[in-house]
């Protein structure tokens, strides 16, 4: 089976995983529940093949393109590495780990 479909094929039995964790409806990156909005996030992005998609907040959805491009995006997945592990993010979930399902706040970009 070529690397690409069993990667895909990996991501979604981690999303069904995750999605019947100890917390039903838990957001893929920050594992807080899901609110009234919900937005599906590529884990391996769509410019680069992928198709599995994962449930998120859209503040966490948008942390994570303001912070990595679609190139480092790949590479983390390639690597194996969960993103809720990454240096850069560790800031974003220390700040979002109490507010509540709903919150929203605008997102800076890169610098």
């Known amino acids: 089976m070529p690397k ?14 995750r999605a019947s964790a100890d917390t039903p409806n838990a957001c ?3 594992g ?4 009234r909005r ?6 391996l992005p769509k ?10 907040h859209p503040i966490c959805h948008r942390t994570l393109h303001a ?8 590479r983390l997945e390639a690597s194996g590495e ?5 240096p850069q993010l ?11 399902p709903d919150f929203y706040a605008p997102t800076r970009g890169r610098r």
Not at 4 to 17: D, F, I
Not at 47 to 56: C, D, E, K, L, Q
Not at 67 to 74: G, I, P, V
């Open 4 to 17: 690409a479909k069993w990667r895909e094929k990996e991501l979604a039995a981690l999303a069904a995983e």
């Open 28 to 30: 893929w990156l920050c």
């Open 32 to 35: 807080r529940p899901l609110g």
């Open 38 to 43: 919900v937005e599906w996030h590529h884990p």
């Open 47 to 56: 410019s680069r093949g992928g198709r599995a998609t994962v449930p998120v």
């Open 67 to 74: 912070t990595f491009t679609n190139h480092e995006l790949a």
């Open 82 to 86: 969960r993103l809720s592990d990454v």
């Open 90 to 100: 560790q800031p974003f979930l220390r700040w979002i780990a109490g507010k509540p």
